[in-house]
């Protein structure tokens, strides 16, 4: 049985794969785990200089499991499912590259953002639909990249972001054809990994600093923390997640 992600190293880039292809990468428990664990792994791995991160068919990813959300709804109520991820992004030392070769929505957005530089294919979309679910998805990063007022735009409106679109705000750093996506960040990761890697680490710390989003994402979490215990996330969760059931699984709507 094929793993649900696959990891490689090839002359100081590490390369993290996510395979729940029929899902279009949607964070389970099982993705979250095994993401946050290879890119720990590679944090720590001194012969990692840069790493790359990306989806694996049309998909980067779609965010959350809709269905492990709603069952955790209907259990004890919804936690974040993707927190080792997040942590795991959010805390990598080194040069990491998302590599979008298509739908990255909801949490999957939110993860390519917390990246360093996004390289997206031609068909490649983004959503941050946290607003129609209740949630704040996005509101500490997308400022520092595209501005405040775009951000809002893409926050308050929850639409979709095509690629030329994507590129034209400062989203993502380059767009290439779909075939290729991966070679491209390969091509970048090679000319980052080149370098000296404790600069390469001091000068993302000095970068970050000086664009820092603390505080802003001390608010997302604590606004989240409270939001997703409320009855109107639930109810706007569960109605997306049976609008996917009846027949839109080919058009993700997640968080």
Same mark, same amino acid.
């Given at each position: 049985?094929? #793993?649900?992600?696959?990891?490689?190293?090839?002359?100081?880039? #590490?390369?993290?794969?996510?395979?729940?292809?029929?899902?279009?990468?949607?964070?389970?428990?099982?993705?979250?785990? /095994?993401?946050?664990?290879?890119?720990?792994?590679?944090?720590?791995?001194?012969?990692?200089?840069?790493?790359?991160?990306?989806?694996?068919?049309?998909?980067?990813?779609?965010?959350?499991?809709?269905?492990?959300?709603?069952?955790?709804?209907?259990?004890?109520?919804?936690?974040?499912?993707?927190?080792?991820?997040?942590?795991?992004?959010?805390?990598?030392?080194?040069?990491?590259?998302?590599?979008?070769?298509?739908?990255?929505?909801?949490?999957?957005?939110?993860?390519?953002?917390?990246?360093?530089?996004?390289?997206?294919?031609?068909?490649?979309?983004?959503?941050?639909?946290?607003? /129609?679910? #209740?949630?704040?998805? #996005?509101?500490?990063?997308?400022?520092?990249?595209?501005?405040?007022?775009?951000?809002?735009?893409?926050?308050?409106?929850?639409?979709?972001?095509?690629?030329?679109?994507?590129?034209?705000?400062?989203?993502?750093?380059?767009?290439?054809?779909?075939?290729?996506?991966?070679?491209?960040?390969?091509?970048?990761?090679?000319?980052?990994?080149?370098?000296?890697?404790?600069?390469?680490?001091?000068?993302?710390?000095?970068?970050?600093?000086?664009?820092?989003?603390?505080?802003?994402?001390?608010?997302?979490?604590?606004?989240?923390?409270?939001?997703?215990?409320?009855?109107?996330?639930?109810?706007?969760?569960?109605?997306?997640?049976?609008?996917?059931?009846?027949?839109?699984?080919?058009?993700?709507?997640?968080?």
């Amino acid at each position: 049985m094929p #793993g649900i992600i696959s990891n490689e190293i090839s002359g100081h880039i #590490g390369l993290v794969r996510m395979l729940r292809t029929d899902k279009h990468n949607a964070f389970n428990r099982e993705l979250d785990a /095994a993401v946050g664990a290879a890119l720990g792994e590679f944090d720590a791995d001194p012969d990692v200089h840069v790493t790359i991160l990306t989806g694996s068919g049309t998909a980067f990813s779609a965010g959350a499991d809709m269905n492990e959300a709603v069952a955790a709804i209907d259990g004890k109520g919804r936690s974040e499912g993707m927190a080792a991820t997040y942590a795991a992004v959010a805390s990598f030392r080194k040069p990491l590259i998302a590599a979008v070769n298509g739908i990255c929505y909801g949490g999957g957005a939110l993860v390519a953002i917390n990246c360093d530089i996004r390289i997206a294919s031609d068909t490649a979309a983004f959503r941050f639909p946290g607003a /129609a679910y #209740g949630l704040v998805v #996005g509101g500490a990063q997308l400022p520092r990249i595209v501005g405040p007022a775009f951000a809002k735009d893409l926050l308050f409106t929850g639409r979709v972001i095509r690629a030329d679109e994507a590129l034209r705000i400062g989203l993502v750093n380059s767009v290439v054809p779909f075939a290729d996506v991966e070679s491209a960040a390969m091509e970048m990761a090679a000319m980052i990994a080149a370098n000296s890697p404790p600069a390469l680490i001091a000068t993302k710390e000095t970068v970050d600093r000086a664009t820092s989003v603390d505080e802003g994402a001390q608010h997302e979490g604590a606004w989240n923390h409270d939001l997703r215990t409320t009855p109107e996330h639930h109810e706007r969760f569960r109605a997306a997640a049976a609008r996917v059931a009846k027949g839109n699984a080919g058009k993700p709507d997640p968080v």
